[in-house]
């Protein structure tokens, strides 16, 4: 979990710092400032998603540091969603295969931390019996 929020606040603040960095990473190619058409709110919307990371990032950090059980079992089922809709985003022509990579990590980190908490609670079951 705390790796996964600091990978998480790193992205964040990277766009934040550097949106066109952001966007390549992403399979966007970056638009010139001069060049933006009237009306064009990537770079918003771009800061916007940037400070979600860098606060969703510091929530795991702070609940792995406090091994708050409970945030990590409700982040199973939220990242499972997670990955089904930039999956499907990118299946369904939405967004560009860059965004299937972001679906990946949700779903393989949704599994890892679902497999973790099982293990732990099995590890916690032999104990008490014991």
Do not use: Q
Not at 3 to 15: D, I, K
Not at 90 to 108: H, K, Q
């Amino acid at each position: 979990m705390a790796v996964f929020g600091l990978l998480a606040a790193s992205m964040g603040v990277v766009g934040l710092v550097s949106a066109d960095t952001m966007l390549t990473a992403m399979g966007f190619e970056p638009i010139p400032d001069g060049d933006r058409a009237d009306g064009d709110h990537t770079l918003v919307f771009l800061t916007a998603s940037s400070m979600a990371a860098l606060n969703m990032g510091v929530y795991y950090i702070l609940a792995a540091f406090a091994d708050w059980k409970a945030f990590f079992r409700w982040t199973v089922p939220f990242r499972l969603l997670t990955c089904a809709v930039f999956t499907l985003a990118v299946v369904s022509g939405r967004a560009p295969s860059g965004f299937l990579g972001v679906g990946l990590w949700e779903g393989v980190g949704a599994l890892a931390t679902g497999a973790a908490l099982r293990y732990e609670s099995r590890g916690a079951r032999k104990d008490a019996v014991a």
